[in-house]
């Protein structure tokens, strides 16, 4: 079946250090790729995605592109903030249509950023 | 502003009872799902409803049950039959498509004791 398998945390950087989170997948298909970013005491918010292989999803200075060679997608930020500081999940979403919408979590990476 | 209410944002209740989290959704779209988070772990699928008045099981289905009489809303009612009802409860919507992002609500934290 499908899966994603993250890093482990928690990663901890002082603040403009470069960031990398490790994201690998196993899916049937071809499936949408997706971080994202939960901060404490609340819900998640979508932070980039890709949808087909080669593509590359950007926000806030945050990167990572759909390898579909090496089944990974892994999350980069060239300068951390202290207000990165959060819990990363990497997702997938099953390309057959019957299961449209059902994502598939990592089971996430917390961030912490030290000034 | 468009967007998903979950409500209340912290729930007690004791062993034995049934419990009802709510989740209303202003951005119309067709899809819902209700998620379950546990420290340390990903979120895990407990319902999904692609339409209204249809809906399915998820990974962890067992003690949970859920409607879908409207568009717009998508309870989740936590029975006394789920043995470890203790955890922090995520509810979401999407347009139909599998590359179609999830919007989450701020979550519902339950505590059972």
């Known amino acids: 079946g499908n899966s994603v398998t993250q890093m482990e945390g928690p990663v901890t950087l002082s603040e403009e250090a470069f960031l990398t989170i490790n994201c690998t997948y196993t899916?049937?298909?071809?499936?949408?790729l997706f971080w994202y970013v939960q901060y404490p005491g609340e819900g998640l918010q979508l932070l980039l995605k890709a949808t087909k292989a080669d593509d590359k999803g950007s926000n806030k200075g945050f990167e990572a592109t759909y390898r579909k060679e090496t089944t990974s997608f892994h999350l980069e930020k060239g300068s951390v903030q202290v207000s990165d500081s959060a819990v990363y999940f990497c997702a997938l979403s099953s390309s057959f249509y019957n299961q449209g919408g059902k994502l598939i979590f990592g089971q996430g990476t917390e961030l912490s950023v030290k000034p | 502003d468009g967007g998903i209410t979950q409500s209340p944002k912290y729930l007690f209740r004791k062993e034995g009872q049934n419990v009802t989290l709510s989740c209303e959704q202003n951005?119309?779209?067709?899809?819902m799902y209700w998620y379950r988070q546990d420290p340390g772990q990903g979120l895990r699928l407990i319902y999904y409803?692609?339409?209204?008045?249809?809906?399915q099981k998820g990974d962890i289905a067992e003690g949970y049950s859920v409607s879908r009489e409207k568009k717009e809303s998508f309870p989740l009612t936590v029975t006394s039959a789920q043995k470890n009802p203790t955890a922090f409860y995520l509810c979401?919507?999407?347009?139909?498509?599998?590359?179609?992002?999830?919007?989450f609500g701020n979550g519902t934290r339950l505590t059972v004791t």
């Open positions: 899916a049937t298909g071809y499936p949408s």
């Open positions: 409803s692609q339409i209204v008045n249809d809906f």
């Open positions: 979401a919507s999407s347009m139909e498509g599998a590359s179609s992002p999830l919007h």
């Open positions: 951005l119309n779209h067709d899809a």
